[in-house]
């Protein structure tokens, strides 16, 4: 849970009767308001409890960035260009007009929104000194003059901030030749009007004459002219990041931090002040590496991954259980299928994990996020060593799957909520292969195995009552339930986006006697009293996961599913058991 929910869980528990003095409240508004409480029942057979997928509503919120709002009882997804919904249990989700405000006038343009900051001071070394007047608007128009600020608000991130007692939106303002920033936004009402405080972080200032109009100065000293790592012109991506797609989180020590970058330089993180919600101008990052090896930089801060131009974006960082978890996407977003364009699609969510909020981070197979040179990282020709888990990818005819080409693939830039209802969510977009660059947001519970890694729920939350907490405590399908016929899909690297392939499933036979026969051959146990399920497949051991009653969407049927992890090799693995 990130920190800024933890009062919000406490306002929570005041109407399950912790604090009876609260009025307006009963038991089961919270905190699974909107979900039917249904006892699950592991099945003989396949039950017919009636869950909610039939209330299922759909949203196109490009980049989704979830948070929870407690007055409303609702989770809030923000993205870029201004795409906003909400949903009280993240299955019926509608869209939400969120306006700008500026000299005190809500609803301005885009064109008015982000001219002149509010915020004009702020204290370093306990003195107050001057903060510049960034235009974000005008700095982003340098890097093309027929640049246009509608579709250029890229991927928010917004956070409640209680010294504060506002809501914040870290926004992007992309511009040409990485001429972009990060802005702080804040507003009273988590549905606005959102007002520009001040620049977070700014990329681009290659050209001498341009650095004077950002806070570098102010980051790491006054100069008599641009240092000379900056002074790079286009060659800025090979060495720094173009300031996109912030995720800002609270540690469980309460401390503020940032991610941002895509691509290019890498993503990197700064510590923010949690009294103002801008960059901590107090802490100071010491150079380390040269070149294009630079890893910590007085004024970008900490490159936590990526680097020399791999794919990588979508930074996101979620607290699950003992650990930081960094999420980001690889690939292009697009749907793929273009044979001209390696980089046209292939869009792929992988994770890493680190036990300290800054890293380092690495995935199952002891892979660092960051790299030391260019390698491509995704698609039919990766070379990387398939680095970050693969928590699963494009993938098709998969349970009841809607026809019409409603398969998904390019999914992506997500985000995590370890919620207050005891559950972890993934929300991201998912396109289709069928249905061109459309795109919608999908949600899928997060679990925890045996060995701390997550791995993801195998079909869309539809209001299923298992909560991440029963995994380890509790043997939610008793064994003798599990025998029968399964569908098995392998989320395996290196999926062709340019023919836009797609994993398929194969059947199976988990037997009462532990083998596994059909079209693979292999062994299955499970951990008396506990959810978790170990798999064995050709020879491969240790697909270590979780054992769930799932929802074949968008039917009622409940049937055993599992999500596994090899950890030696990053690939992830679902099932499901289905009727003849």
């Known amino acids: 849970m990130k920190k800024q929910d933890i009062k919000y869980w406490l306002m929570g528990t005041a109407c399950l009767g912790l604090?009876?003095?609260m009025t307006g409240c009963k038991e089961d508004d919270y905190p699974d308001k909107g979900i039917p409480t249904v006892t699950p029942q592991a099945p003989t057979e396949f039950s017919e409890q009636v869950l909610w997928p039939s209330n299922l509503?759909?949203?196109?919120?490009?980049?989704?960035s979830v948070v929870y709002e407690p007055s409303s009882w609702s989770y809030y997804i923000f993205g870029s260009h201004r795409a906003v919904a909400k949903s009280p249990n993240m299955m019926t989700w509608s869209t939400v007009d969120v306006p700008w405000a500026a000299d005190g006038v809500s609803g301005v343009g885009n064109d008015k929104a982000f001219l002149t900051p509010e915020v004009t001071k702020v204290t370093?070394?306990?003195?107050?000194?001057?903060?510049?007047?960034?235009?974000?608007?005008?700095?982003?128009?340098?890097?093309?003059?027929?640049?246009?600020?509608d579709g250029n608000m890229w991927a928010p991130d917004v956070i409640y901030n209680e010294a504060m007692g506002k809501w914040c939106m870290y926004l992007s303002i992309n511009g040409d030749a990485w001429y972009s920033s990060i802005i702080l936004l804040t507003s009273n009402s988590i549905v606005g009007p959102y007002t520009y405080q001040a620049p977070v972080v700014i990329s681009g200032f290659y050209a001498d004459e341009n650095y004077k109009l950002t806070d570098l100065e102010l980051a790491i000293g006054g100069q008599a002219s641009l240092p000379e790592r900056y002074a790079i012109g286009t060659a800025w991506g090979n060495r720094y990041p173009n300031c996109i797609d912030p995720c800002v989180f609270y540690d469980e020590q309460g401390k503020l931090w940032m991610t941002y970058g895509s691509w290019s330089g890498g993503i990197w993180m700064l510590e923010l002040d949690e009294e103002t919600g801008l960059r901590d101008y107090d802490v100071s990052y010491a150079l380390t590496g040269s070149g294009d090896g630079i890893t910590v930089d007085p004024y970008f801060g900490k490159k936590i991954a990526g680097g020399y131009y791999v794919s990588g974006e979508a930074s996101y960082i979620e607290y699950i259980g003992g650990y930081y978890y960094l999420f980001m996407t690889y690939g292009g977003l697009t749907a793929g299928g273009n044979p001209d364009d390696y980089n046209a699609g292939g869009y792929q969510m992988r994770v890493f994990r680190s036990q300290n909020p800054d890293g380092p981070y690495i995935d199952s197979k002891g892979s660092a996020a960051v790299f030391n040179k260019y390698e491509l990282n995704f698609g039919p020709y990766e070379n990387d060593g398939n680095r970050g888990v693969n928590i699963f990818g494009a993938y098709g005819e998969w349970g009841n799957q809607a026809v019409g080409g409603w398969a998904e693939r390019s999914q992506g830039h997500n985000s995590v909520i370890a919620a207050p209802d005891g559950r972890n969510y993934l929300v991201y977009h998912s396109r289709f292969q069928e249905q061109g660059e459309g795109h919608q947001v999908r949600v899928h519970q997060l679990y925890q195995n045996e060995d701390g890694w997550l791995v993801a729920a195998p079909f869309e939350y539809t209001g299923e009552i298992a909560k991440s907490a029963q995994i380890a405590s509790e043997q939610l399908i008793p064994s003798d339930q599990i025998p029968g016929k399964y569908k098995l899909l392998v989320h395996n690297y290196k999926l062709n986006h340019l023919t836009k392939e797609?994993?398929?499933?194969?059947?199976?036979?988990?037997?009462?006697?532990?083998s596994i026969t059909g079209a693979y051959t292999g062994r299955w146990s499970v951990t008396a009293g506990k959810s978790y399920i170990n798999i064995s497949l050709g020879g491969e051991t240790d697909y270590k996961g979780v054992m769930v009653l799932q929802t074949l969407e968008p039917a009622n049927t409940q049937v055993p599913s599992f999500t596994c992890l090899r950890s030696a090799t990053g690939v992830t693995i679902w099932g499901y058991r289905y009727a003849d």
């Open 19 to 21: 604090l009876s003095t």
């Open 502 to 514: 797609l994993a398929l499933p194969v059947e199976v036979n988990l037997n009462a006697d532990g």
């Open 124 to 149: 370093k070394g306990g003195v107050e000194v001057d903060l510049p007047a960034f235009n974000a608007f005008e700095w982003s128009k340098k890097g093309n003059g027929a640049w246009s600020i």
């Open 57 to 64: 509503s759909r949203v196109s919120v490009h980049d989704p």
